[in-house]
T-cell receptor, first 114, second 113 residues
């Protein structure tokens, strides 16, 4: 089974802090994604990566950056956390074959910014 | 931005009843329509999916009904069980655009015993 592991399940940070969210997948998937989940808003794409060192902006990239130095690892970075970034963050991966729609998600990282 | 509109936002169904969640999409280029199921404390997981060349797909108690002309699709859960209590997301995706899957806003389903 595909496993997507998000190292931090719960984080509490202060406004202005730099935050790193780490994600690792073990199925050699090409594509990796970071989503933000908020009640009533569904899942919104922040960034995705289709290859090592490649990244593309999703629908809500402002205030975030990403890093993919290795195929299995995709990091989300909040350069200066703000209270409106309090949310659930979900990492996902998928095979390179497009059109299947099957995303494999991690269990999420719940971030609270005070 | 293309949207996928999902309703209702929350749903309470008695055990043994039928749960129905509806979604509508805008982009006729979408050709893959998955449903994801998310239990509390877990990430979403693919439940069932359909392509527009069929009008219905059934897997156990879960059925997707698809109406291409109306650009609508729905999830039916027959004989709903307490274990089905979860949040359900519909989604739409176009071929060769795995990065552009669009999710609905989610439906929180509660099955009363």
């Amino acid at each position: 089974d595909v496993k997507v592991t998000q190292s931090s399940r719960y984080l509490v940070k202060r406004t202005g802090e730099k935050v790193f969210l780490e994600c690792v997948q073990d199925m050699d998937h090409e594509n990796m994604f970071w989503y933000r989940q908020d009640p009533g808003l569904g899942l919104r794409l922040i960034y995705f990566s289709y290859d090592v060192k490649m990244k593309e902006k999703g629908d809500i990239p402002e205030g975030y950056s990403v890093s993919r130095e290795k195929k299995e690892r995709f990091s989300l970075i909040l350069e200066s956390a703000s209270t409106n970034q309090t949310s659930m963050y979900l990492c996902a991966s998928s095979r390179v074959t497009s059109g299947t729609g099957e995303l494999f998600f991690g269990e999420g990282s719940r971030l609270t910014v005070l | 931005q293309q949207q996928v509109k999902q309703s209702p936002q929350s749903l309470i169904v008695q055990k043994g009843g039928i749960s129905i969640i509806n979604c509508a999409y805008e982009n006729t280029a979408f050709d893959y329509f998955p449903w994801y199921q998310q239990f509390p404390g877990k990430g979403p997981a693919l439940l069932i999916a359909i392509r527009p060349d069929v009008s219905e797909k059934k897997e156990g108690r879960f059925t997707i009904s698809f109406n291409k002309s109306a650009k609508q699709f729905s999830l039916h859960i027959m004989d709903s069980q307490p274990g089905d209590s979860a949040t359900y997301f519909c989604a739409s995706e176009g071929y060769s655009s795995a990065s552009k899957i669009i999710f609905g806003s989610g439906t929180r389903l509660s099955i009363r015993p």
